[in-house]
């Protein structure tokens, strides 16, 4: 014989459990008896992936449809920084014009609770910021442009 004391929702129940198996529960709660019935538990199947194997065979003649990813043919001079992940902007450290290098700090970015510094990748004049202070920004989201 199981007793139990609980409150739910500030009143007091006193459950005994007089007799248990995996079919059948004779309890009582507050002196009131009751017989209550047990569904067996059902094991969820597991989910099985299946990997599709891929053969290589030669390389893809050039008539198919499927489209090549080029390079641009002659770079274009602009750097991009985006944003490595959501957050906010705490703080913008350059203005349009200001010639910067490689690692320097542009922003704070805060995710995550953290500060996170966004650098420059390379050395440049800043050309345009398409962020403000405060802002909300994705990930992958432009931050600068640098020339």
Known sequence: MKEFNYKIN????????????????????NGTPYTVEMTPKTKK??????????IPQGPTPQGTTTPLVTRP????????????????ILDIRCKVGDMVKKGQTLMI??????????????????TEILV?????????ADLVVIE
């Not at 403000?132 to 992958?140: A, I, N, P, R």
């Open 45 to 54: 199947p597991k989910a099985v992936v299946q990997r599709q194997s891929v």
């Open 10 to 29: 500030g009143a007091p129940y006193r459950v005994v459990v007089t007799k248990s198996d995996s079919e059948l529960v004779e309890l009582e709660v």
């Open 109 to 126: 970015l805060e995710a995550m609770k953290m500060e996170n510094n966004i650098l420059a990748n390379g050395n440049g004049k800043v």
């Open 73 to 88: 043919s002659e770079p274009t001079g602009k750097n991009t920084i985006q944003s490595p992940l959501p957050g906010i």
């Open 132 to 140: 403000q202070k405060g802002d909300s920004v994705l990930e992958g």
